[in-house]
């Protein structure tokens, strides 16, 4: 048995960086109306700084004859500009008029200048006076000291008042705590435009609706994360191939919106996740779509899943630029999947520096792919170093290639815990190599038992060896279940022996009847050609003796012909025979001495036959021999009788 292991477009950074400095300035200045009017234009950037201008100016007039909407307008125009010098005095004018959005806008400008006290003093009075964002600022003033009920009712304030920034913030403090109401001011939050509200009610709902389908202890997300690159060879590694999943229903469809509202409003993670959730469908040029604009707002894991489907839909160099991206911004998986790829291309020492990046980047995938790395290489002890290392962090693929290089080494006391814990962490092919380990000690209890764990996993070869075990045992019921599992999973030899079970439980076939219609291929013949056709030798003679019985005599012919020429001594004797009938008896000699050289008992006798009809009676007397020492009994009784003849009619 073979034991089973070895298996550009950049940011614009300036602009990025104003916008959101810009959204943070706008979370907690409180603009009247006048200013929200100047913020929403579209013109371009002429006409804003000419109308902003104008504007100014006008309510700088104002505000110098009392006006107290402009006092406060010109302040928050002023506090949004950073100018907070020039900001303070009309804020603070405005306030003692009893402006609430100006004490508000004080009290961010006190903040700004790190008077938090005495920002939330100002805060309150606005609050009081029924603004909701002062709520919010006061709200999460508290909730920085440590004063959570303080901090809670001024956020429930603000949220009860409309307000999403403080919906949001008391979702993450209930959320905080464990309380169940957390996730109705996530939805009033997301459903008034806060995306980062909106993707974590998304990931509730998808991690609700996950545990409800695979039990409490099932994972919540979906995101399909790359794995390890699956051979020495350097196969990319990539996302695993699913069966396209259903359209989502319930809470999985509900979920799957908000991250698209999140998503269409520029939250990265969303983008991620929504891509993913479209790729698992099989929509994948709209996942495209969205992990490449959360790869354009420099999330790596979603550059890296996008080289994943350009490498997929065949545009490798694209996928290269992508993975190369997300590989600099950190991404073990990309680093894996850069390493695998000059692998494949024979760039070794590539491929090694981006394994270590991998691994230096915590991805334990890269010290095993190292491992593989130095394996195909034959670079015995780097690769050992290396699956140990990655083994002792609990890779159990790893775990499983370490143990059966010291196998092969002759520490088989060595390899036993390493393929034991390889097993229990979930290795399928860990199982199965411990049931040959003990199968080679005659444990053949203990063997069996880890080969029906491997085979409930869907191990193929372990599948077979249960089945073998069963038909031993006499189960044929329990044998059959396994043998169609390995068989459906491409083992040849359950495919024979599956179609030898079946042949068994076949009525004899009467006799043939002249002009008759000839007979459907059953299923075990069916099971036997599956065999047949993946060089299984036994199954192309058996395919070739049901042909012939069907008078299908080309057909015979033709698997007789393919077993023979690989080796099989019945296959070139049947031929013979096939071939004797049709009167090509001189060809039939050559397959019939095929076969007696390679042991055929019946083969030597035919021709023994075949020189005494000819008179070569010394020739005869030669391959009598050969067939009494070969046999069957049988055989061997007719080949002496036939000896001792010849020796008379030479000896008279």
Not at 11 to 33: N, W
Request: charged letters at 25%; one cysteine or more.
């Amino acid at each position: 048995m073979v034991f089973m292991g070895d298996r550009a477009t950049l940011l614009e950074t300036g602009r990025f960086v104003q916008r959101h400095t810009r959204s943070a300035a706008d979370e907690i200045i409180e603009a009247v109306g006048a200013v929200e009017a100047v913020l929403g234009t579209t013109a371009v950037a002429d006409a804003d700084t000419e109308n902003e201008t104008e504007t100014e100016a006008r309510h700088r007039r104002a505000a110098e004859y009392g006006d107290l909407a402009s006092m406060s307008a010109l302040g928050a125009m002023l506090l949004r500009r950073g100018d907070l010098d020039g900001a303070e005095p009309y804020l603070r004018g405005a306030t003692a008029e009893g402006d609430r959005a100006a004490a508000n806008n004080l009290g961010v400008l006190l903040h700004q200048r790190g008077y938090a006290d005495e920002a939330a003093g100002w805060w309150r009075v606005a609050a009081v006076a029924g603004s909701a964002p002062a709520a919010h600022a006061l709200g999460r003033h508290h909730r920085e000291r440590g004063d959570e009920p303080a901090a809670e009712y001024w956020l429930r304030q603000a949220a009860e008042q409309g307000h999403a920034l403080g919906a949001y913030a008391l979702a993450d403090l209930l959320e905080h705590r464990g309380d169940v109401g957390a996730e109705r001011w996530l939805r009033a939050a997301a459903e008034q435009g806060h995306r980062e509200a909106a993707y974590r009610l998304a990931m509730a709902l998808e991690r609700r609706a996950t545990e409800t389908t695979r039990g409490p202890h099932a994972t919540g997300t979906r995101l399909p994360v790359p794995g390890a690159a699956r051979s020495a060879a350097g196969a990319a590694p990539g996302i695993l191939p699913e069966a396209p999943a259903a359209e989502p229903v319930g809470e999985l469809a509900e979920a799957e919106q908000w991250f698209r509202q999140a998503a269409a409003r520029g939250h990265r993670r969303a983008a991620l996740h929504l891509g993913a959730i479209l790729e698992q469908r099989g929509e994948l040029k709209e996942a495209g779509r969205w992990y490449l604009s959360s790869a354009k707002e420099g999330e790596a894991r979603a550059a890296c899943a996008l080289g994943f489907l350009l490498r997929d839909a065949g545009d490798e160099e694209s996928a290269a630029v992508w993975w190369l991206r997300a590989a600099q911004d950190g991404d073990g998986n990309a680093a894996n999947a850069l390493g695998a790829l000059h692998a494949a291309r024979g760039e070794q020492q590539t491929a090694e520096r981006w394994y270590r990046a991998a691994m230096d980047a915590g991805d334990v995938n890269g010290a095993y792919n190292l491992g593989l790395l130095c394996a195909a290489q034959d670079r015995i002890p780097q690769a050992e170093q290396w699956y140990r290392r990655a083994a002792y962090a609990g890779h159990r693929e790893a775990a499983n290639a370490l143990a059966v290089l010291l196998l092969q080494a002759g520490d088989a006391n060595g390899a036993e815990p390493w393929f034991s814990k390889a097993a229990e962490a979930g290795s399928v092919d860990a199982a199965f190599n411990l049931g040959i380990l003990h199968a080679g000690r005659d444990d053949d209890r203990t063997a069996l038992v880890w080969y029906e764990r491997a085979a409930a996993a869907g191990h193929t070869e372990a599948a077979l060896q249960v089945g073998i075990a069963a038909l031993r045992d006499g189960d044929e019921r329990t044998a059959e279940r396994h043998l169609r599992c390995a068989a459906g999973g491409g083992s040849a030899e359950a495919a024979f022996r599956l179609a030898s079970v079946l042949d068994a439980r076949r009525p004899e076939p009467g006799p043939a009847v002249l002009g008759a219609p000839r007979e459907e291929k059953s299923e075990c013949e069916e099971w036997y050609e599956r065999a047949a056709r993946q060089g299984h030798r036994r199954a192309q003679v058996r395919v070739g003796m049901l042909a012939a019985a069907r008078g299908d005599l080309a057909e015979a012919d033709r698997w007789y012909r393919e077993a023979a020429e690989a080796g099989s001594r019945n296959g070139a004797f049947n031929l013979g025979l096939l071939l004797a009938r049709e009167g090509s008896e001189r060809e039939a000699s050559l397959w019939w001495t095929r076969a007696a050289r390679a042991g055929h008992g019946r083969a030597a006798l035919r021709l023994a036959l075949l020189a005494a009809r000819r008179g070569e009676l010394t020739e005869g007397r030669r391959w009598c021999a050969r067939a009494v020492e070969l046999g069957p009994a049988e055989v061997a009784e007719r080949a002496a009788r036939l000896s001792e003849a010849l020796h008379q009619e030479l000896t008279a």
